[in-house]
């Protein structure tokens, strides 16, 4: 058994359809399928676990999810797409619906990046004994997300607003001798009660020499007096993600480690204030770079400098010594450098940031410098 749902409303973003299809069109394809959960999400509003979306170059786009989601559907899915709710198998709904006389999709795209080769599979066989034509591709609708609309925007504001929020609780009762797990945890708890969804990614939470591990896994290590404390973590809001990090100390800092978290906060802020839509990945990147190069410690800071956030915590464009797409007008990306010393320990500040034509606004406002609890 299957039912067709129609949205009780049309929530802001129906124009991104618009959008992809017109790509479609300058791609030669007759429809996409969507398959990544994130991309249907920003296409189609749809925050379930399971859906695939077709979306022709012309007309309606169709969402196909389970009973589970018979409800859900009706509030979260925007105009322009037509929710089916199918009983048995999606994929055999959806390959159903492109036999139908006068379906209209020959040639059919499909996210090579986010398809198994078991699913690839089910379709390709399918195209054997039909006139379809499925053709590969890559970055159709993850080009169109890396540019932020005012709703978007909004939500990855609150979701930096309330990751701040968190820290600021979570800082003033962490004491030595406390353990990473136990920071973790009650940095998770003021998540959530400052109003995250989740977590878009698992905390990092690491002290002294493990600092120097860029994504160290908290674990039952103590916390000890005069060590570095380095905390990574984010918040999500109406499914947007915020990415933040901070690096305290455990009481009076050396002179050494204010030296290195002094280099890494005005690596930062150069970074931060210098990026500018337009330029390239790798230019934006080499502006922390070279500032961490000019200080002695090039070799120290080894991943790159930023990547975009928003469905997801790392999402297109990327800031690195290899990216050499333009940032776009609209993006929001983090700048986090960062300095690690093997057996002694590192330093990282994060902030998010959105790219605006007139230059680079600051969404993160807590304080860079270096805390001493």
Known sequence: MRSTL?????PPGADRLARLQGALVGAELDALLVTALPNIRYLSGFSGSNALLLVPAVGEATLWTDFRYATQVKTEVRGGVRAVIEAHSLWSALLATLREPGAGARRIGFETEHLSHRDAHRFLDEARDAASEW???????????????????????????????????????I???????????????????????????????????RTALPHARPTSRAIGAGEFLLIDFGAVHAGYCSDLTRTVVMGPPSDRQ?????????ALGSASAGVRAGMRGWDADAIARDYIARGGYGEA??????????LEVHEAPRLSSTADAPLPVGAVVTIEPGIYLEGWGGVRIEDDVVLHPDGPELLSRFPRELVSL
Do not use: M, N, W, Y
């Not at 129609?6 to 049309?10: C, E, L, M």
């Open 258 to 266: 204010r030296a290195i978290h002094d280099l890494v906060r005005e």
């Open 175 to 209: 004491r030595v001798g406390q353990t990473e797990l136990e920071v973790a945890g009650r940095l998770e708890f003021e998540l959530r009660r400052a109003g995250s969804e989740g977590f878009p990614f698992e905390c990092i939470v690491a002290a002294g020499d």
């Open 135 to 173: 053709r590969p591709t890559t970055h159709l609708v993850e080009a169109l997300r890396e540019v932020k609309d005012a709703e978007e925007l909004a939500r990855i504001r609150t979701a930096v607003a309330i990751a701040e929020t968190a820290l600021e609780r979570t800082l003033p009762t």
């Open 301 to 310: 800071f080894g991943h790159s400098l930023g990547h975009g956030i928003g």
């Open 6 to 10: 129609t949205p009780d409303s049309a």
